[in-house]
């Protein structure tokens, strides 16, 4: 017989005090571990986290001929790859194996990739990957749900404008160009600290990159990489869903390894619902009593508000003083965890990319179902913030992003515990 799905149960209500101990980036992580096709050398990595993303790049990687060992909190991977053809259930579970592209092909392999998967929550076209590939001298078919790729001999030099400053459309075209024979110049990049995090393990491999972080990257190409040693920077988008979580269910909170210079935009929106926020080197603290106040929001490329931290913020407005609107300028299809969040007594009136939350007094527990990553986030802080038990479906989605997260709650008073639903 089937396992039974998993779920969370909360019991909501009580205020969260203590501290908890940032993860590693999944969203740095992920791309440092595809550099590492880039090299036949030894890479290792401390403070990757645990998750089900990471284990399918890990999987990715080990098919394609790379060895893996993890082990005493270091992760390590070593050996050529074999192969430019990814196994299409894996590819298509995480969009970020679009991440692979960049690194094969820069090491003259023929790629065979299906396209990818990952949270649906709106449009994300790699065509920005595709034409970027395609100046570096790549040779390109889209056909069947497969990208097929075919690099020259050695990739060539290029200057790039992308269409948009897309996080991985960055990531790839840097990898790639490693490697490539002269100098590459990418305009209108992402500025993303994970963009930075990941140039710098380049570098110790041995790449030449300026301007990471920048909306302009030159990258001098080098003709090999050897291996490295890198520390994954701290995941902002966790320390901004801890954070969330303090200011809807009350309490004060410290966030060790947490880095305040890259959530300016969050933490200001955070102060100005009246949440108290101490920032240190290394650490963050936030301090939370009675209703929050209303306060509305545009998502937008970093140093901006960024879109994975919108469903989070949209909680703690559900049950915060007056009225926010929230405008989603990323994703067309991320609100749909305004209907989940409806479940448990929000007031959210959609309307195109915006929405109107009005604060409510009180939330009610209810049986609600995550439908992507940071979705379930948000269910989890209204969770918190309710009145009674909410149960949370879709355990998946949020083991996708968040180590060990219901382990973290409970470290500072939350009631929150992993259970199977019983079968309908």
Request: hydrophobic content about 45%.
């Amino acid at each position: 017989m089937a396992e039974r799905p998993a779920a969370l149960r909360i019991t909501g209500g009580r205020k969260l005090r203590g501290k908890i101990t940032v993860s590693g980036s999944k969203n740095s992580a992920l791309p440092c571990l595809f550099a590492s096709l880039l090299t036949d050398g030894q890479c290792q990595w401390r403070r990757v986290p645990r998750l089900s993303d990471v284990e399918t790049a890990l999987a990715i990687l080990q098919r394609l001929g790379k060895s893996i060992d993890w082990r005493a909190g270091t992760l390590s991977a070593g050996k050529a790859a074999r192969s430019g053809t990814l196994n299409p259930d894996q590819a298509r579970s995480m969009r970020a194996s679009i991440l692979a592209l960049g690194p094969l092909l820069a090491i003259g392999k023929k790629v065979i990739l299906p396209l990818p998967g990952g949270c649906d929550i709106g449009s994300r076209p790699i065509a920005v990957h595709l034409a970027g590939l395609e100046k570096l001298g790549v040779t390109i078919c889209i056909s069947g749900g497969f990208v097929k790729a075919a690099p020259p001999k050695r990739l060539r030099a290029a200057h790039i404008v992308l269409d948009a400053p897309s996080v991985t459309g960055t990531e790839n075209l840097i990898m790639a160009a490693t490697l490539a024979r002269g100098n590459t110049v990418i305009e209108n990049c992402a500025c993303e600290p994970e963009i930075v995090d990941l140039s710098r393990m380049l570098e110790a491999m041995g790449a030449r990159i300026e301007g990471a972080g920048t909306a302009t990257v030159t990258i001098e190409g080098v003709t090999a990489l050897g291996g490295c040693r890198h520390l994954i920077m701290a995941d902002r988008i966790e320390a901004g869903t801890y954070l969330a979580a303090v200011a809807a269910a009350g309490g004060s909170v410290e966030l060790l390894k947490a880095d305040a210079s890259v959530l300016g935009a969050f933490l200001a929106k955070l102060e100005e619902m009246g949440v108290a926020i101490e920032a240190k080197p290394g650490s963050i603290r936030a301090k939370a009593s009675g209703r929050p106040i209303a306060t509305g929001f545009e998502t937008a490329p970093y140093p901006g508000f960024p879109t994975d931290l919108q469903a989070q913020l949209m909680a703690v407005n559900c049950i915060a003083r007056g009225k926010a609107a929230i405008v989603e300028r990323i994703f067309e299809r991320r609100f749909r965890h305004a209907d989940e969040l409806a479940l448990l007594g929000a007031d959210i009136r959609l309307r195109g990319n915006q929405a109107l939350v009005t604060g409510a007094a009180k939330l009610q527990g209810a049986r609600t179902e995550a439908t992507d990553l940071r979705a379930s986030a948000s269910l989890v802080i209204a969770a918190l913030a309710a009145s009674g038990d909410t149960v949370i479906g879709g355990l998946h989605h949020l083991e996708r992003g968040y180590e060990q997260l219901p382990r973290k709650l409970r470290s500072i008073g939350a009631q929150i515990r992993r259970v199977r639903l019983p079968y309908c």
